[in-house]
């Protein structure tokens, strides 16, 4: 069984830019959840997709946003990106909402 | 809003006891949880408690609950080098749903020989 796969690994980006991050979620899962972990800080809630629908947001402004796919697979697109985005990206898949989340091992986004 | 706090680091011996201690503001937390994170890793969920129980052990690991002082408590048995690592407190009302887990700063656990 293949866990929960993220792409790219690293990524460089500039301010003002967008970028795209990926995330395959394990098999059987219908429920992704995206954090946010910037250096030295525990990772904070984005949002959670469940069943193609945003299911819940934390505190992060509408240029933070998602998708997820039929294959309940997901990605977190940012505008506008700001030095104080610079941070690892968090997704975990879950059985359903409210089910034990299952992380994959994060996307490295360095914004210069 | 809701915060969880966790002192930085813990330094052990090997084939000590460490705890990790987490305070918690939210009084409606229904599920605590306890995260390792290794380098390069993503978290793995080590245990999880009620906020209806007290305690809950798991082979090495302990977890004691005060819910009156919203204090949380993981105890790991006879550590090992391959428990250091970075320790998180998190906590949820939905269990992981819609208000998703708020995480504490985590607790980076060093081994000494």
């Known amino acids: 069984e293949t866990g929960v796969t993220q792409s790219p690994t690293h990524l460089i980006k500039t301010r003002g830019q967008q970028v795209t991050l990926r995330c395959s979620s394990q098999s059987g899962h219908n429920t992704v959840s995206w954090y946010q972990q910037a250096l030295g800080q525990g990772p904070q809630f984005i949002f959670q997709y469940y069943r193609e629908e945003e299911n819940g947001r934390g505190n992060f402004p509408p240029r933070f946003s998602g998708l997820q796919f039929p294959n309940y697979s997901s990605e977190l697109n940012v505008n506008a990106l700001e030095l104080d985005d610079s941070a690892l990206y968090l997704c975990?898949?879950?059985?359903?909402?409210?089910?034990?989340?299952?992380f994959g091992p994060g996307t490295r986004l360095t914004v210069l | 809003g809701e915060d969880v706090e966790q002192s930085l680091f813990l330094s052990v011996r090997e084939g000590d006891s460490s705890v990790i201690n987490c305070t918690y503001t939210?009084?409606?937390?229904?599920?605590l949880y306890w995260y390792k994170q290794e380098p390069g890793a993503g978290l793995q969920l080590l245990t999880y408690?009620?906020?209806?129980?007290d305690m809950k052990q798991d082979q090495r690991l302990t977890v004691l609950l005060n819910k009156k002082d919203k204090h949380l408590s993981l105890r790991i048995a006879d550590t090992q080098t391959g428990d250091s690592a970075i320790y998180f407190c998190a906590e949820s009302y939905s269990g992981g749903g819609a208000d998703g887990l708020t995480f504490g700063k985590g607790t980076h656990l060093i081994i000494q020989p």
């Open positions: 975990a898949s879950s059985l359903g909402s409210g089910d034990e989340q299952f």
């Open positions: 939210d009084s409606s937390s229904t599920y």
């Open positions: 408690i009620f906020s209806n129980m």
